[in-house]
């Protein structure tokens, strides 16, 4: 059955990569290749709709201030954050800068924390800070590393990264150097971690077509499973299935069910904003100042920094946004779309999903829980993702985030989609085997239709 989808679908993007003239797009879609591609919106329905997103925006993109304050509408910061706005972290909706020139890790670049060996023991855990149980965290600074605070609260750390340079030659003589990174906490202020804590890394993904993801039915995604790889192709994707039986699909381990599930928790966790799904302000025990640091005022909404309404209009915002989809593709790209779909890149890539409404979609994911292999692991368990495990990373706006010059893989430890495909293994070993026996021009017909996407 897959194989017939493969063939399928592959018929189609050649179909469409052999008009290399400009052709249409779908009212859901925006233009890649042009400014500000995650920043589209579709249009609303009706008036209602542009009142919910305006207000949604406001959220997302005006400072919130710690308490007291004289607003109630944004008074909600910390006692712990990274930053005081969602977009600092997702610049016109797309991705952010995570490292500097000189390799120092910027606010984008999130260091977070897990206790893989406790994991099989989490649902017996009461923690605020997950209340999903989808990873055991450090049990004095919770699951991530907070750089700024309010009031009298200390930073729990100041973040570093130690970088491992790797030189990578192809057959033919051509060399990439490889980065990678191993993050490390100076200054904790709360003590020690755990002994069997994990420091691991994550950078903000760009928020493309995330409305569109939300309305893929399950069976679509269900339908691509093959744990056991039952046809011998050496690919084994799985969903990711939280503690009641919802499929994943958001975040880099496929860890959140829905987009409003996402929102509540990044709201949480980066900026200190409690909701219905984190009503308790994310304080570890020893943590004083945290714990005794003042409230934001009850607004006419309720005692939450950001109740059900809030998070709504938040949601109606960014699931309005359009999908990045390349309108031509030159000689050079329509190759690489063929050599991307030969090499067996769109086994894990799907290059089209369907939505419950008839739409057809490309985001080229599976939106599945794939092995990566030993160099990407990063020990970390959540819900049912394993250590190696990660949800298939879509790739529309692939070209918006190289020209903003903005980082790839979950960790950022990648420069350009090159050097994400040689860190590729597991099941991507195979296909990252053939794309480096292909000769030069090859490879740069795929690198070259990755960037229209």
């Known amino acids: 059955m897959r194989k017939e989808i493969i063939a399928g679908t592959l018929a189609l993007s050649l179909m469409a990569a052999t008009s290399i003239a400009a052709t249409a797009l779908p009212d859901w879609t925006a233009d890649a290749a042009g400014l500000a591609p995650f920043a589209q919106a579709m249009r609303a329905r009706d008036d209602a709709m542009l009142d919910q997103r305006m207000l949604g925006r406001s959220f997302f993109s005006i400072p919130w201030v710690a308490a007291p304050a004289a607003t109630t509408a944004r008074d909600g910061l910390g006692p712990f954050f990274n930053a005081n706005t969602c977009a600092s972290c997702h610049e016109d909706n797309g991705s952010a800068p995570t490292i500097d ?19 099989n023991a989490r649902m017996a855990t009461d923690t605020p800070e997950s209340p999903d149980h989808a990873r055991m965290l450090d049990p004095h600074y919770g699951g991530q590393i907070a750089i700024n605070a309010t009031g009298h609260a200390t930073p ?8 491992h340079k790797i030189a990578y030659r192809y057959h033919d003589g051509a060399e990439v150097t490889l980065e990678r990174f191993t993050p490390k906490l100076d200054n904790l202020a709360y003590g020690p971690l755990a002994e069997d804590t994990v420091i691991f890394t994550r950078q903000p993904p760009a ?7 939300g309305a893929v039915p399950d069976a679509e995604i269900l339908a691509w499973e093959d744990p056991e790889d039952r046809d011998g192709n050496g690919i084994s994707g799985r ?6 039986g919802a499929i994943g699909r958001y975040g880099w381990k496929a860890a ?15 900026m200190g904003l409690t909701n219905s799904r984190y009503p308790v302000e994310l304080c570890q025990p ?8 003042p409230r934001g005022r009850p607004s006419p909404q309720g005692l939450l920094d950001l109740p059900d309404t809030r998070l709504a209009a938040i949601e109606t915002y960014l699931e309005g946004f359009k999908a990045p989809q390349p309108v031509m593709l030159d000689a050079q790209a329509v190759r690489g779309a063929d050599l991307f779909a030969a090499i067996g890149c769109t086994a894990c890539h799907r290059p089209a999903l369907s939505t419950a409404d008839g739409r057809e979609i490309r985001p080229m994911s599976d939106y599945l829980l794939h092995d990566m292999g030993a160099d990407l692991a990063d020990g970390v368990r959540e819900h049912e993702a394993g250590p190696s495990e990660f949800r298939t990373a879509p790739l529309w706006g692939l070209g918006a985030r190289l020209r903003a010059g903005h980082r790839f893989l979950h960790d950022a430890r990648a420069r350009t989609p090159e050097e994400a495909i040689l860190w590729h293994g597991g099941e991507a070993a195979k296909a990252r085997k053939t794309f480096i026996s292909l000769d030069p021009a090859a490879r740069a017909a795929i690198l070259s239709y990755l960037e229209t996407l």
């Open 207 to 213: 928020l493309a077509g995330l409305g569109l993801i």
């Open 256 to 270: 959140e069910p829905t987009l409003i599930a996402q929102i509540a928790n990044a709201a949480a966790v980066d």
């Open 101 to 119: 020139a000189d390799g120092k890790p910027l606010r984008a670049l999130l260091f977070k924390l897990a206790r893989p060996g406790a994991h």
């Open 239 to 244: 969903a990711n299935r939280m503690a009641d």
């Open 286 to 293: 020893g943590q004083t100042a945290c714990i005794e640091a």
């Open 156 to 163: 729990e750390a100041r973040p570093r990264l130690e970088t």
